[in-house]
């Protein structure tokens, strides 16, 4: 279930977007597939990076999802053209069935990883 609010506090600027990032208010949110996966990655990130909300959404609320919660990093299966311009981290994991996923950077950087395992999708988070 996602919560419905609004971003509000010193780190927000009056049109909802953040301003900076860090631990303090991160947010993640996880809508990939298939299912498994998306509430394995939820649960496990809850459990070592606990001091970050984690949101998890079916793929196809992705989009509104995002426009509700403004996420500093986002997993998903398929981009949505706003996660893909706005999110300042993403991760889309075996796009299209494909045996690769792809990251942007904090930099805006994007790379190919032939592989990706729990730890590495810890590091990006932790990059941000």
């Known amino acids: 279930m996602v919560h419905r609010v609004r971003p509000r506090g010193p780190n927000v600027s009056p049109n909802g977007r953040r301003q900076g990032i860090g631990a303090r208010g991160m947010r993640a949110l996880i809508a990939n597939e298939p ?3 998306r509430e394995v990655i939820s649960a496990s990130l809850k459990e070592f990076r606990p001091g970050i909300e984690i ?4 793929p196809e609320d992705l989009e509104r999802a995002f426009l509700c919660l403004l996420p500093q990093f986002v997993v998903c299966s398929h981009l949505t ?3 893909e311009l706005d999110a300042p981290v993403w991760v889309e994991l075996y796009p299209d069935g494909a045996s690769h996923a792809v990251v942007k950077s904090p930099d805006g950087s994007r790379m190919t990883l032939t592989s990706i395992d729990f730890d590495t ?4 988070l932790d990059s941000i």
């Not at 999708?121 to 990006?124: A, K, P, T, V």
């Open 55 to 58: 949101f998890t959404v079916d």
């Open 121 to 124: 999708l810890l590091s990006i």
């Open 35 to 37: 299912t498994i996966y």
């Open 81 to 83: 053209k706003r996660v």
